[in-house]
């Protein structure tokens, strides 16, 4: 996502600690901690050294290790030229810490789900945490009871069985999409940005529709991107936790009040206006209004804070998401105009042209679900999963993988995966279909216990946005000012989920009259 959305936030301060203040403030500390650290993992790491093969990785610097080696801003394309040079499994030691980026499809798959006990685990990172308060949130939640009660809770709203009823919500934030890309089709992006948005704020807190600038589509924009800056900005705080005990006016922690204020408005304010809606009588019905009534008569079984979190962790990680991979999609259709061509064909034989598709259609549509998957392996949007932690020392492949290391997922390489997928690169639908498919890439989404509990409902939501489009426009080349199609090349930005940089299109009715389909409902 684009991180400029950030409003006002403290002076830009260098992560790990290479700003001036900082550095200046800290100059009789760190070579102390540093000395005491390097010193305790000389001996560990030597023990470890003589009974297994060393985990290979760039060389380490003397006292800092690798801490100028980690790549805070697009990590999967470090992971994936690391992988070349390294293997499988490469390891970064940062004062103190090992931090392992799996890059393989069977490494990952061995790791995060055959031994899921031990990696399941979140690190806990001081910075993200402690000082911006994600711990309450669910995607920072360590691995145990308090995980499993969230994700039993988070089935209410996300299970496969309970999805039905959110078939009306999509299909009428669906139709909001069509009929504003008619009105004004260069806005397109931004109207599937509101869709996914729209979308998640009424699912769960049953709030109206969103306006295109509503500041709600502001605020889970912004808490985003602080979530990823905060998460995967490599503080040097969550290398050495005792820098929290330095005063408030320290760049990183004025940096962690302004996040912290940020990730509190998103939990309280849509949680505030269904409370009041609740009082008033005027609520829709919704996760949190019938929590809240639970609340209400007494019935309740779980605490507020646990709603209140449970709703905000839904919200935050459906909306960019979400967002990006129907962006992925607009892209993937204007670079492969037969591909776009051949699910339309298929569309017009399953659905016709007197109404739109609906998700009952799904199955009959083979290859516009392949064409969502080949989305998601083509550009996976969270290309390296949220960092895990391991809970134990663990021997694997000669290797030890120490307790308390870090690891990465790049589900960007396993989209990349010889054994795997064929010529990785093309744009491919097809390559799901046929006599000898290729699996469909669910690790798009994460791998093992920690996979992302709203898998299935994304899969729907990409599924109706591209049937819908692909029904009623034609995303077709700009023209430059000699009348010569603009072809864009890919790019993209955002630390964690990685988002298209802004690329000319064109979006126009497929056939005259289309808008009968969405103008009137
Ligand atoms: C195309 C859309 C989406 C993609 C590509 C995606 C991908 C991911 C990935 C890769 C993870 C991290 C898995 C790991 O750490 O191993 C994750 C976690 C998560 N996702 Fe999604 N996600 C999407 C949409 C959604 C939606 C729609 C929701 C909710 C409705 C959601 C809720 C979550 C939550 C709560 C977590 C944290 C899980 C945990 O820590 O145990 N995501 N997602």
Redesign the pocket.
Known sequence: MNSSTVSAPPPVFSPLGHGSTFAFSLAHLIPAILALLATYNFFRGRKAAQLHKRIPGPRALPLLGNLLDWPSEHQAKSMQVWSERYGPITKLSILGKNILFLTSTQTITEL?SKQSAVFSD?PQLVFSQELCGLDVL??M?PYGPD?REQ?KF?KEV?APEVQKRHEGLLAEEGRRLLRATFDNPKDAVRYLRRFSTSF?LRMVYGLPPLEIDDPDVLLAEEMMAVSEYAIVGGWAVDFIPALKHLPSWIPFKRRAQYYRAKINEMMSKPWEAVKQQVMDGTATESFCSINMEKFVDGTSKHTEILVKATAA??YG??SD??A??SHNFLLAMLLHPDVQAKAQTELDRVVGHDRLPCMADKARLPFLVSVVWEV?RWA???PV??P?RSRADVEFDGYMIPEDSMLL?S?YSMSRDPTVHTSVEDFNPERFLGDKPEPQPHY?????P??????D??VN??FLQAAYILSCFNIKPALDENGAEIIPVPTFSGKMVRTPNEFPFVMEARYPGVERLFMSS
């Not at 798009?444 to 093992?448: D, E, K, Q, R, T």
């Not at 920690?450 to 898998?455: D, L």
């Open positions: 995060l979140r669910h995607p939640t995980f994700r988070m996300l998640a962790a839904i990680a459906a998401t979400a990006c991979a998601l996976p949007p969270v999963a949220i895990h997922a589900l798009a989404f994460g791998v093992g920690r996979r992302c509990p709203g898998a409902l994304a939501q990409l």
